[in-house]
């Protein structure tokens, strides 16, 4: 395994991942509209900076199923035609770029809510508050469990100390040093130009249908692949991710009950560890299989079915497996990431946070994956590559067999 610094950059870089680039082609399900709308039976007006890469359009449906009506501002690059066509004519679409063209949202025209889902610079985020402050009434923006300066205690909370950088002007691009600290400065950069009324939101890794990181997709698509699966550590290591639907629906509740604050958005600490996240990725893996020889008969293929094999953190550490991009989800919970996978989600649950079960995620991410063209299911972004996760078992297995 890495060195600990290396393995922080990981996990941040990988958080940048999860929040950026995820085009979301066919898996958001369209959905009946309601009449229903916020508490009061408002049908609201909510302008999304962003909109088409992963976690936007999960919202745009839920939003849309609630009778709300939506407006979409970024620059037209990012699955440019993910809400195009009749069935989408209810979606305004205004195209620009928040770092030199903000045209099309300037003038008189109010919005009950802005949902930023791409703030990454503090510059780029006072341009955009500043400019809609005095016409909607709250701001809502997505930042990361990346914020956090220190990783060491289970249980922190919202109150913890927040990343920094010396000199946040001259970052130009984000890198897993300071995406942190850009994260923690764009959202101090809302919450100067709408004091009282922005709405913080810091998800941890976000899963499920959709999402092109692959670096939680890799278990499911491991268990349904068969064979022997290597797992890190122990079934009892702590995980923490959260399902893009629930993730949007707690935003959209937010918006709705006009909630403002921070917020940890994330699993329950202690809610989930890697055992229960491999078993429910055989389950998964097992009844994928099993439908695809009832849709074309064929003899169930010896390797379909998994086992798992767990290896210590420090064997793999010494083979050089990595934590979070050869074994995704995990790092080891321990020293300087001993609270890992157990800060606390207490206000956000308070708050109307709610989770759907395990199963469903793991299923529907893996229905999602098998629908994939064959060429990019051949090419995962995360995860260990078969000929090396062969190696690092036969080694492991080794060890076990001289040691006996």
Request: net charge negative.
């Given at each position: 395994m890495d060195k600990p610094v290396n393995k922080r950059r990981e996990f941040l870089a990988s958080s940048i991942a999860a929040a950026t680039w995820l085009a979301l082609p066919g898996c958001a399900r369209s959905v009946a509209r309601d009449a229903s709308s916020d508490e009061s039976g408002k049908s609201l007006q909510i302008l999304v900076l962003g909109g088409t890469g992963f976690l936007g359009p999960h919202f745009v449906e839920a939003a849309r199923a609630k009778g709300h009506q939506l407006t979409l501002f970024n620059r037209g690059k990012s699955n440019p035609t993910r809400f195009s066509g009749e069935e989408f004519k209810d979606i305004e679409q205004l195209q620009g770029d928040r770092k030199s063209d903000l045209s099309a949202l300037e003038g008189s025209r109010r919005w009950d809510a802005v949902l930023d889902t791409s703030a990454y610079f503090p510059a780029d985020v006072t341009r955009s508050a500043q400019l809609l402050a005095k016409r909607v009434d709250?701001?809502?923006?997505?930042?990361?469990?990346?914020?956090?300066?220190?990783?060491?205690?289970?249980?922190?909370?919202?109150?913890?100390?927040?990343?920094?950088?010396?000199?946040?002007?001259a970052a130009k691009e984000?890198?897993?040093?300071?995406?942190?600290?850009?994260?923690?400065l764009s959202e101090q950069a809302a919450q100067k130009e709408l004091p009282g009324r922005t709405t913080v939101i810091r998800p941890g890794l976000i899963v499920g249908p959709g999402d092109h990181t692959d670096r939680f997709t890799y278990w499911p698509a491991r268990a349904a692949r068969g064979g022997e699966i290597l797992a890190p550590g122990t079934p009892a290591d702590p995980t923490q991710f959260i399902d893009v639907?629930?993730?949007?629906?707690?935003?959209?509740h937010a918006i709705e009950n006009r909630t403002v604050g921070t917020f940890n958005a994330d699993a329950a600490p202690g809610a989930l560890n890697m055992g229960a996240l491999l078993a429910a990725c055989q389950l998964a893996g097992t009844n994928a299989n099993d439908i695809q020889c009832i849709r074309a008969p064929c003899p169930q293929p010896p390797e379909a079915s998994s086992t798992v094999t767990w290896v210590p953190a420090d064997f793999l550490e010494a083979h050089k497996v990595s934590a979070w991009q050869d074994m995704p989800a995990w790092i080891p919970a321990v020293g300087e990431y001993a609270g890992f996978g157990r800060r606390s989600t207490a206000k956000a649950q308070a708050a109307g946070l709610k989770y759907r079960p395990l199963q469903d995620t793991v299923d529907d991410t893996l229905q999602w994956w098998l629908g994939l063209p064959d060429e990019r299911r051949a090419n995962p972004k995360a995860g260990i590559a078969p000929a090396?996760?062969?190696?690092?078992?036969?080694?492991?297995?080794?060890?076990?067999?001289a040691g006996g």
């Open positions: 709250q701001y809502v923006i997505i930042s990361s469990i990346s914020v956090y300066a220190d990783n060491s205690t289970p249980g922190a909370d919202e109150t913890a100390a927040l990343a920094t950088i010396p000199d946040p002007g984000i890198t897993g040093e300071n995406y942190g600290a850009l994260k923690a639907r629930d993730l949007a629906a707690f935003l959209l090396r996760e062969i190696e690092v078992l036969k080694a492991w297995h080794a060890k076990g067999v």
